[in-house]
């Protein structure tokens, strides 16, 4: 089974920083890539689908990349809003899975 | 606009069936795929299976003996049963809208413990 590998675990950061999470897959996942945010007690919500296309609705400042086995989110310019945790998500044929999460907090 | 809930008891004993549905409103299942997802207290989230709304299945290997996912397209609904359920299965599931475009729907999720 293709396995995630998403980095870092924590990052702290201030209002207005460049934000960058990297997941790398296991072998080549084309770009089925998609990446989530969870606030707490929340469902996760789609920021981001084939590894770089906005979802409707979700701010600009969000932008996915890359294709095959690595890939990143960035966050231009974090926001208050921005704060919680980020998951990428592999969907390739007949399986998916996520990778470990990454917690975005204050410094 | 498509929403899901979820349903199902709260509170399942070791060793027996953790049965939930998730209702589809505001949509057709038609031509999608529908997941289900859990997240045991404090951890990431783990894909359990989906099914395609002809009722074509997959599942995770590290639960695929232990899962059935169903479908009543009559009543817009889709179930999870997981079978010889230990401490270990107690999460917040969901279940969610699959497509080429990811899991773009969600429903809130519903917490399920399993304790005697």
């Known amino acids: 089974d293709i396995q995630m590998t998403q980095s870092p675990s924590t990052l702290s950061a201030s209002v207005g920083d460049r934000v960058t999470i990297t997941c790398r897959a296991s072998?080549?996942?084309?770009?089925?890539m998609a990446w989530y945010q969870q606030k707490r007690g929340k469902a996760p919500k789609l920021l981001i689908y084939?590894?770089?296309t906005l979802e409707t609705g979700v701010p600009s400042r969000f932008s996915g990349s890359g294709s095959g086995t690595e890939f990143t989110l960035t966050i231009s310019s974090l926001q208050p809003d921005d704060f919680g945790t980020y998951y990428c998500?592999?969907?390739?044929?007949?399986?998916?899975?996520f990778g470990q999460g990454t917690k975005v907090d204050v410094k | 606009q498509v929403q899901l809930q979820e349903s199902g008891p709260g509170l399942v004993k070791p060793s027996e069936t953790l049965s939930l549905t998730c209702t589809v409103s505001?949509?057709?299942?038609?031509?999608?795929?529908w997941s289900w997802i859990r997240q045991p207290p404090g951890k990431g989230l783990e894909w359990i299976g989906y099914?395609?709304?002809?009722?074509?299945?997959n599942y995770n290997p590290s639960l695929k003996n232990r899962v059935t996912i169903s479908v009543d397209s009559s009543k817009n609904q889709f179930s999870l049963k997981v079978n010889s359920v230990t401490a270990a299965d107690t999460a917040v599931y969901y279940c969610?809208?699959?497509?080429?475009?990811?899991?773009?729907?969600w429903g809130q999720g519903t917490t399920v413990t399993v304790s005697s």
């Open positions: 969610a809208r699959d497509s080429d475009y990811g899991l773009d729907v």
């Open positions: 505001g949509g057709s299942m038609r031509s999608y795929y």
């Open positions: 099914l395609y709304y002809t009722d074509s299945t």
């Open positions: 072998e080549s996942i084309g770009n089925w």
């Open positions: 084939r590894a770089s």
């Open positions: 998500q592999r969907y390739t044929s007949f399986s998916r899975s």
